[in-house]
C-alpha cells in the first residue's frame, strides 16, 4: 500500500456511485420499455375487460387482469436482459465491438427463440406445443427484445464512447 491517495485499491476498475445508478437506472428503462413493446398488444384487449370487472363487479382483481400482460412481458424481458443480455454486455465490452446494430439484433433473436424454450421448459420437452407456444409468442418476444437491446445498446454505446473520447483538459489529466 502506497501513501499516494490516488493510487487504486485494487487492479479491477472502479465506478463512482452516480455511473452504477444511471447504469441500474438504464438496464431497467431498456427492461421496461421491452416490456411495454411485448406486452403493450395484449392489454389492449385485457384492459378493457380488468376495467369492466372492476367497475361492474367491484372486484379490485380487474387491475391484476388489465396488467398480466406487462407483468409477463416484464418478466420474460428481465430474464432475457439477465440470461442473454448481460453475459452478452460483457463479451462484446472485452471484445470492444459495442454497437447498438449489434444489440439489438441479440435482443430480436433471443426474444424470438426464449418463448420456445421456455414452454418446452415448463413442458420438460420439445415437443409441437412449445414449438406452437413459440411460434404465437415469438414475435411478440422479438418485438421486445429488440426495443431492450436498443435502448440499452443506446446506453452502452455511449458509455463506450464516453471512454474513448480525449480528455476536455489534458493538463489536468497530467497532474492528477
Do not use: K
Amino acid at each position: 500500500m502506497t501513501a499516494d491517495p490516488h493510487d487504486t485499491v485494487s487492479d479491477s476498475s472502479e465506478m463512482p456511485d452516480g455511473e452504477l445508478l444511471r447504469m441500474i437506472g438504464s438496464f431497467f428503462r431498456a427492461t421496461g420499455w421491452g416490456a411495454i413493446a411485448g406486452g403493450g398488444f395484449f392489454m389492449v384487449f385485457t384492459v378493457p375487460f380488468g376495467l369492466i370487472t372492476l367497475i361492474a363487479d367491484g372486484e379490485p382483481g380487474g387491475i391484476l387482469v388489465a396488467l398480466l400482460p406487462l407483468g409477463i412481458a416484464f418478466t420474460g424481458t428481465l430474464a432475457g436482459m439477465i440470461g442473454l443480455g448481460i453475459p452478452l454486455t460483457a463479451l462484446l465490452s472485452h471484445l470492444e465491438c459495442e454497437r447498438l446494430g449489434i444489440y439489438s439484433a441479440i435482443g430480436i433473436f433471443g426474444g424470438l427463440l426464449l418463448p420456445a424454450f421456455f414452454a418446452a421448459w415448463l413442458d420438460g420437452s420439445f415437443n409441437s406445443g412449445s414449438v406452437s407456444v413459440g411460434i404465437f409468442l415469438g414475435p411478440f418476444g422479438a418485438m421486445a427484445g429488440g426495443v431492450c437491446g436498443n435502448v440499452w445498446g443506446a446506453y452502452r454505446v455511449t458509455l463506450a464512447d464516453q471512454e474513448t473520447a480525449p480528455s476536455a483538459n489534458p493538463f489536468h489529466d497530467m497532474i492528477y
